[in-house]
C-alpha cells in the first residue's frame, strides 16, 4: 500500500486498531485478485486522505486475515465497513462511490 494515510489491519491488530478505537474507521475488505478491489483502492485513497487526523482508513487482505472476515461474515468483496466505538455504523458492499464514504464519515465523526 502506497498511501501513508491508509492501514493495514489484520487478525492481530484488528481489535486494538479498529474496535478499541475513539475516531470512525473505515475498513475495505479486500484480495488481491479481485478487480473490483483494485478499483475501488484509489478511492480508498483519496478518502483516507482526506480524514487523515479525523478518521482511521485501512484495508484487510481477507485471503491473510480469514478470522476478522468471518467474524463480520463477508461473503463478497469489496465489502468496506465504517465502525465507532466498535460496533458497525454502516456497511457497504460492492464499488462504493467517494461521496457515499465521505459522507458515512462525516456523519459518523459528528
Sequence with gaps: MANENVREFTDGNF???VLDAQEPVLVDFWAEWC??????????????????????VGKVDTDANREVAVNY???????VILF???????????LTSKEDLSAAISEAAG
Design 15 to 17: 481489535q486494538n486498531e
Design 35 to 56: 478487480m473490483p478491489c483494485r478499483m475501488l483502492a484509489p478511492t480508498i485513497d483519496q478518502v483516507a486522505d482526506e480524514f487523515a487526523g479525523k478518521a482511521k
Design 73 to 79: 461474515q463477508i461473503s463478497a468483496i469489496p465489502t
Design 84 to 94: 465507532k466505538g466498535g460496533e458497525v455504523v454502516k456497511k457497504f458492499v460492492g
